[in-house]
């Protein structure tokens, strides 16, 4: 079992910037990979921004590149999304997920980001 846990999230102007944060238990964090995603309502779920197990590797939505920041910290099973420039359309719940294979099998609660214009 993977426990995850986000936190990080809140309501800020247009143009802030938020970092979330996803704290891992459970398993040896280093050894799959993770990423983000959100949901706006009325919206589908979408990927946000995934990260290799060394971190070495990473994967934007072309709607957040450039401004958003995917990291980990192995040594602290965290992982970590850095939101610069942010906009109304990035308001949603934000969740973390851990892939022990192919798929995202473990999901977190969520933490819901508003931005205001």
């Known amino acids: 079992q993977v426990q995850l846990v986000e936190s990080g999230g809140g309501l800020v102007q247009a143009g802030g910037s938020l970092r979330l944060s996803c704290a891992a238990s459970?398993?040896?964090?280093?050894?799959?990979?993770m990423g983000w995603f959100r949901q706006a309502p009325g919206k589908e779920r979408e990927s946000v921004a995934t990260i290799s197990r060394s971190g070495g590797s990473t994967y934007y939505a072309d709607s957040v590149k450039g401004r958003f920041t995917i990291s980990r910290d192995n040594a602290k099973n965290t992982m970590y999304l850095q939101m610069n420039s942010l906009k109304p359309e990035d308001t949603a719940v934000y969740s973390c997920?851990?892939?022990?294979?192919?798929?995202?099998?473990?999901w977190g609660q969520g933490t819901q980001v508003t931005v205001s214009s």
């Open positions: 459970g398993r040896t964090f280093s050894n799959y990979a």
């Open positions: 997920a851990v892939a022990l294979g192919m798929e995202y099998d473990y």
